[in-house]
């Protein structure tokens, strides 16, 4: 188990070694100058080659990617161009509100998951069956960002139920701040119940097909005191693989959300720096993504490793 | 927003999950003829349906000077946010522009990106899968180590930074996409080629004296097609996907030039009192990404042995 910990460890700090290089490219990529950038029209020859030198333009390109790298690792990810804030601050403010949309996403897409797959498993190919993949499908297949206007539409503007954008942290007023979430995680979340569902339908009918239920089934045991007292347990440890797999997406599909719903995360960050070439809040939106990706991979191996024991020798 | 994948670059499939093993069945690539292909294929009434409506939007992007009512970036041919009426079959934008031919000439974005997207990234990661699997050694690592690393990356995350490198315009936003979508094509030709080159024939072309590069493009390429093209025709759809989730940014080709997110994302500000102008190219979008999703799926089950259900 240890060996298994430490060498998936190791591959996690070499993909994110490789994700730093590849964001420092690409922020060298682009045009113009940045020593021109931060000098703005009015300065001397002399202000110009001191301030290239501070900022190490001077040097290799390898020097400069490690002198950058050490920055990125004491956590100073720059200035805003804009606004002259640090842009560690403004990317961690912005990443809780996204954070807090993912995690709502994963509750409510398991909580359509599961009912709709057992309903699914225990009545194979009749109208639930039928019914409730049909609407997996159509669900994973809306994308998420038209999927909310049309909730918006329905919800706030037809039936004034929920309201249709904004942002309350559920720390400072839970009620508002959970009201304000319900439509933007039910955007997210059934994009996820639909896979999670379609999972849970095949690994419980592969679990009812064992010989061993055959034989309780055959002894008068409820079918559904064996999904729920033994199948189930099993059938939801593929779910874990199924987050870390689809975190990514899921953070991508958060960006576009938010936009719909005017959620200041990550989405609205970035595009607006984008709108305003405000490069280091770009660069530290994409660090800090990527980073919680990998992260967020690395944890759930780590997990599924702890609750499937099969895998630990992998 | 982008199509699920797994580890390998292949779609992710629901129903592989907490399986024992990823291949239920052997490998046991049989040559069948176009005809005995046909018939296997068109037993799947998805894969058929599919198929119509590819082939009905490719007819629409090809065709939309001839289709298209009105011209699609002319202001003022109807009332503004006009509903759907027989003069405009689904409505008309705030600008007064006739939104069913903004929809048909959105259509040709949604393809050039989705398919010149696609293929710049098959070409790209094919030929970097094929270098890596044939080569080995550390070429073989540098460039898998690469792979990683933009595999790390969700999509649209990618694809925003590129657009933010390269600015605005198609152009931009196929090279944006085609990145994203370069790790996968390389790790399942890499992984087919390793299993190909024990092959006793590229033994024999070896020792033939044929030389590197003939071998992997007459004997290697060949014999690792078939799970490349089910791996193409099942990244369209998340192409056309990421397409629209940057033009909804506004970070997509700029306007007027019709594209199905910018219209989603015009049509929100007016979703109180002219809600048709964000629906129909939903409508559209959804109805692309779910008949290539469906053909993509029908190509897997006839074309790569491995993964048929």
Known sequence: MVRFVLSRIGQTLAVLFTVSVIIFALMRMIPGDPVLMRLGDDFTQEAYDRLRGELGFDRSIVTQYFIWLGQVLRGDLGDSYLNHERVSRLVLEAFVPTLVLVLASVIVGILIAVPSGIVAAMRKDSLWDWGSMGFAIFVYSMPSFWKGIILIWIFSVYLGWFPAMGYVPPWTNLSQGLWRLVLPAVTLGTFFSGLVARIIRSSLLEVLDQDYVKAARARGVRRAALVYKHALANALIPVVTVIGLQFGALLGGAVLTETVFAIPGMGRLSVNAILNRDYSVVQGTILVGVFAVVVVNLVVDLAYAFLNPRIRVA | ?309
């Open chain 2, 1 to 309: 927003m982008a199509q699920p994948l797994e580890a390998d670059g292949r779609r992710f499939d629901p129903e592989e999950v907490g399986r024992p093993g990823p291949a239920a069945t052997p490998a046991g690539t049989s040559r069948t003829s176009l005809g005995r292909w046909w018939r296997r294929f068109a037993r799947n009434p998805g894969a058929l349906f599919g198929l119509a409506v590819f082939v009905a939007i490719v007819a629409m992007a090809v065709l939309a000077p001839v289709l298209a009512p009105y011209d699609p970036i002319a202001q003022g041919v109807g009332q503004p946010m006009e509903g759907p009426s027989s003069a405009h079959w689904a409505g008309t934008d705030s600008f007064g522009r006739d939104i069913w031919s903004r929809i048909i000439y959105g259509s040709r974005v949604a393809l050039i990106v989705g398919i010149v997207a696609v293929l710049l990234a098959m070409v790209i990661g094919v030929t970097l899968g094929l270098i890596s699997g044939y080569y080995g050694g550390w070429i073989d690592v540098v460039i898998m180590r690469v792979m990683d690393g933009l595999f790390a990356f969700p999509i649209i995350i990618l694809a925003i930074a590129m657009m933010a490198v390269m600015g605005f315009g198609v152009r931009n936003v196929i090279i944006a996409v085609a990145v994203g979508f370069i790790a996968p094509f390389a790790r399942v030709t890499r992984g087919d080629v390793l299993a190909v080159k024990e092959e006793p024939y590229i033994e024999a072309a070896r020792l033939a004296g044929v030389g590197s590069l003939a071998i992997i493009f007459q004997h290697v390429l060949p014999n690792v097609m078939a799970p490349i093209i089910v791996q193409g025709a099942l990244r369209v759809s998340g192409a056309i996907i990421t397409e629209a989730g940057l033009s909804f940014l506004g970070l997509g080709p700029p306007p007027p030039t019709p594209a199905w997110g910018r219209m989603i994302a015009e049509g929100q500000t007016f979703i109180v009192m002219a809600p048709h102008i964000s629906t129909f190219p939903g409508i559209a979008l959804m109805l692309a990404i779910v008949a290539l999703n469906l053909l993509g799926d029908g190509l897997r089950d006839t074309l790569d042995p491995r993964m048929r259900r």
